[in-house]
């Protein structure tokens, strides 16, 4: 391994791996896969790619083998619970970027027909988890009495089993809660992906390309919310119209050929458009609304 190159890790096969790739592939890296799948090489920066095990993220971060790496916050949390909790973390894994997506939740469900009405509800029961540290981090903070059950998968299938009575799992969809005959009670944690920076120091070189790449990955995520908004109006509605342009600071107002009193706004706009809002503009006055997507930003 190079010492030069900076290393991240990313998750080989699951939930995060395919929105990792397309992120690193957005901030123009040209990724060249290898047939051992361990490690990716990237043509154009001097970075490599560790395909590896979710969980393992946070450990390589903290040994300094990965200087950065993508990660669901569940995870990195679960490894610093375990690792005796936050303040102490052993991952020393710094958050650069909440990357917006893999969004799921950490909840607590029970088979439907039990009865449940708040947290107390748990006290006594058998809870299975793939998450134990973070299970005890909410039961303790609660100040509730219950039996953690670590599994290291299917969780879901526990109550069926007669193995608990109740799970702690990753939510996203709710298929596998509703295939299972089960009902998300609490939720411990929101979790999406993260993009984690190790805390030990690192060389001046790997420092400026995680710099480059840091402002790279700073521009996807602005440009994935952002777009550019192209409308014509009469001048009287622009003041209205202004109002109406999510999240842009000035907008560029042109003449239009011809009609001295309709111009045309193009307006950068860092917040999403929904249909709603285009609706609201034309009944502001504005026609001709084109909403664009931006492929890449730098400010
Ligand atoms: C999680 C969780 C459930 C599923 C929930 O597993 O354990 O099986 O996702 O998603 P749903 O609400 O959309 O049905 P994941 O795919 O993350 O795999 P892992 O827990 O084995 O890493
Ligand atoms: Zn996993």
Redesign the pocket.
């Known amino acids: 391994m190079d010492k030069k190159r900076l290393r991240i890790a990313i998750q080989k096969s699951?939930?995060l791996s395919d929105d990792s790739m397309a992120l690193l592939w957005a901030a123009g890296l040209s990724i060249s896969r290898s047939k051992d799948g361990l490690f990716y090489r990237v043509e154009n920066l001097p970075v490599d790619l560790l395909l590896v095990r979710?969980?393992d993220i946070p450990r390589l971060i903290g040994d300094g083998i990965a200087d950065l790496g993508i990660v669901?916050r569940n995870v990195l949390e679960e490894y610093d619970e375990a690792n005796g909790g936050p303040g102490t973390a052993k991952s020393d894994g710094k958050v650069l970027y909440s990357l917006g997506f893999s969004k799921?939740r950490l909840a607590i469900a029970v088979p439907e027909q039990t009865g449940y009405t708040s947290a107390e509800s748990l006290a006594g029961l058998r809870i299975a988890t793939?998450y134990p540290g973070l299970l005890n981090r909410f039961l303790k903070a609660g100040g509730i009495e219950a039996e953690i059950v670590a599994m290291h998968?299917?969780?879901?299938v526990a109550p069926r089993l007669g193995l608990a009575d109740a799970i702690c799992?990753?939510?996203?969809?709710?298929?596998?809660?509703?295939?299972n005959g089960l009902k998300a009670v609490e939720t411990i944690l929101e979790c999406e992906a993260l993009l984690v920076g190790t805390g030990k120091p690192i060389t001046t070189e790997k420092q400026q390309i995680q710099d480059r790449l840091l402002a790279r990955i700073d521009g996807v995520l602005a440009s994935r919310e952002t777009k550019y908004i192209m409308l014509n109006a009469p001048l009287s509605a622009l003041p209205d119209i202004r109002k109406l342009l999510p999240g842009s600071a000035a907008p560029t107002v042109i003449p239009l050929e011809g009609s001295a009193d309709m111009v045309a706004v193009h307006a950068v706009c860092r917040e999403s458009v929904f249909w709603e809002t285009l609706e609201d503009l034309k009944g502001a006055g504005a026609s001709a609304i084109l909403v664009v997507p931006i492929e890449k930003m730098m400010v």
């Open positions: 699951g939930r979710d969980d669901g799921c793939t998968g299917s969780v879901e799992d990753l939510v996203a969809t709710g298929a596998t809660l509703e295939a």
